[in-house]
């Protein structure tokens, strides 16, 4: 975990004692794997991969709700309002090898609106930790939904998973589609307006 992860702000600041545990077991699969882990190359490897993954599951230091709650504005605004194309970088919690591609957000406002950079750290804060694409999903929506109370909230995932592609199944070329809707996008037209402007990104 990372150091006073309080702030969203402050991802570069590593425990030293979990970065050392994290490293001392990195050297050990290392060597697992029939490398020789004192050679020039490889000697920094460890501290290099506990640094590294904590940076990319560094989302369990950070409270979403909180971010979200920290930018909240009173606005009459009732239109829906649409941040797509958010660039989505996560990790299977089966295989811990990454997924990714794109999310698109809408919320139609019922009061109060966030700060649009908002909405792109709550999906890094939910997405750098071991997740399925599902769950990332629903839980950018829920958290919205609760912060907001919004008439309603949108969210398609589109990602590619690294262990379909680069073992197992090994399909290169399939991507994932998930969405999840609250309220108004539960209803047929709003959903499709939704759907038509994100259309150009889905496949
Ligand atoms: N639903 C869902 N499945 C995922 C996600 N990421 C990875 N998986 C799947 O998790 C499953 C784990 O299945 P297992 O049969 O236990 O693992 P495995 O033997 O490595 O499976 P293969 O990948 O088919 O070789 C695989 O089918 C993966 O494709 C995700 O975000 N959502
Ligand atoms: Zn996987």
Not at 71 to 93: G, N, P, R, W
């Amino acid at each position: 975990m990372i150091k006073e992860m309080k702030s969203y702000e402050k991802i570069e600041q590593y425990d030293t004692e979990i970065t050392e545990s994290l490293a001392d077991n990195y050297r050990i699969i290392i060597d697992n794997l029939g490398e020789d882990v004192t050679r020039e190359g490889l000697e920094k490897t460890p501290e290099r991969i506990a640094k590294a993954i904590q940076y990319l599951t560094h989302g369990y230091g950070l409270d979403p709700l909180q971010i979200l709650k920290s930018a909240l504005f009173t606005e009459d605004h009732q239109q829906m309002i649409v941040v797509k194309d958010i660039e989505v970088y996560s990790m299977c919690e089966h295989h811990m090898l990454p997924f990714f591609g794109k999310a698109h957000v809408a919320y139609i406002p019922n009061g109060k609106i966030v700060g649009l950079s908002k909405i792109p750290r709550v999906v890094d804060a939910y997405a750098r930790r071991m997740q399925v694409q599902e769950r990332l999903t629903d839980q950018i929506k829920n958290c919205i939904q609760e912060a907001l109370n919004p008439l309603g909230v949108a969210v398609v995932i589109e990602a590619q998973h690294m262990c379909m592609q680069m073992r197992g199944i090994q399909k290169q070329n399939s991507v994932t589609t998930t969405s999840s809707f609250t309220g108004a996008f539960e209803k047929d037209k709003t959903r499709k307006e939704f759907i038509s402007l994100v259309a150009n990104k889905l496949s």
